[in-house]
């Protein structure tokens, strides 16, 4: 456990110091909320009711999905798994903290928006705050879980970041964080249910927190738990 805890910590610390993860996680979700939350206030006042669910949606799926998969596609599209292997340490424990180093960097950044919005944008801050956090950690974790399969498939930095493209862009205007889901036409309101950033912003609204808005990510995250285990074990044989 002394040795987790001590991976995990040392994964924190490098990825404060990774590029990735502080553009992702930290300089353009930030800049993103600067700017729309400046926008959304002078042009759509009634936005700031939902500013603070749209801006962490859109942070989450930023680091889930373009921050995560690189930092694993450095670990298992490299040689550095061998490291792994050669030190009897399992596959699983590098996914894992940098799973949970991803996670605890969102959390801080999902955080910041959420105390700023009101004080820069006269957000309207959720009405029940440890529930708005669970909502926020649920969603974080099925979007990291996400995260994982891609870092674990694709073994170019390249192809990784076209594919992730292909999740984060639906997930942004399709899930009624930009514009409002009913103006959508029904071929794309279907789409965008597909994502889990439909299910999470729904999620974290309030009186939101519900089983027709949770069944959704519970089914993602465990198929995702699962095609991880199927992938950390193909490794094992490269």
Not at 79 to 88: E, S
Not at 148 to 169: C, E, N, R
Not at 210 to 235: D, G, R, S, T
Request: charged share 10%.
């Amino acid at each position: 456990m002394k040795g987790f805890l001590y991976g995990l910590t040392l994964q924190c610390k490098l990825d404060l110091r990774s590029k990735t993860i502080l553009v992702t996680c930290y300089i353009v979700p930030l800049l993103f909320f600067l700017l729309m939350g400046s926008i959304f206030g002078s042009v759509m006042p009634e936005m700031k009711e939902t500013l603070i669910p749209s801006m962490i949606v859109m942070s989450v799926s930023m680091g889930a999905f373009i921050g995560l998969p690189p930092s694993l596609i450095e670990t298992y599209g490299t040689d550095v798994k061998k490291v792994y292997k050669a030190n009897g340490i399992p596959l699983h424990v590098g996914l894992i903290t940098m799973f949970l180093s991803t996670f605890f960097h969102l959390m801080i950044s999902c955080v910041i928006i959420l105390l700023l919005a009101p004080v820069l944008f006269d957000a309207a801050s959720p009405k029940n705050i440890p529930l708005f956090l669970l909502a926020l950690a649920i969603y974080a974790i099925v979007s990291l879980s996400i995260g994982s399969i891609l870092g674990l498939v694709v073994k170019s930095q390249a192809k990784v970041t076209m594919i992730a493209q292909l999740l984060f862009l639906p997930s942004i205007m399709l899930s009624g964080i930009m514009l409002p889901i009913e103006i959508l036409p029904e071929s794309l309101k279907i789409l965008g249910r597909i994502f889990p950033a439909t299910w999470g912003y729904r999620l974290m609204l309030d009186n939101g927190f519900h089983i027709k808005n949770l069944w959704y990510l519970i089914i993602v995250f465990c198929i995702a738990v699962i095609v991880c285990m199927i992938l950390l074990k193909k490794q094992k044989f490269k």
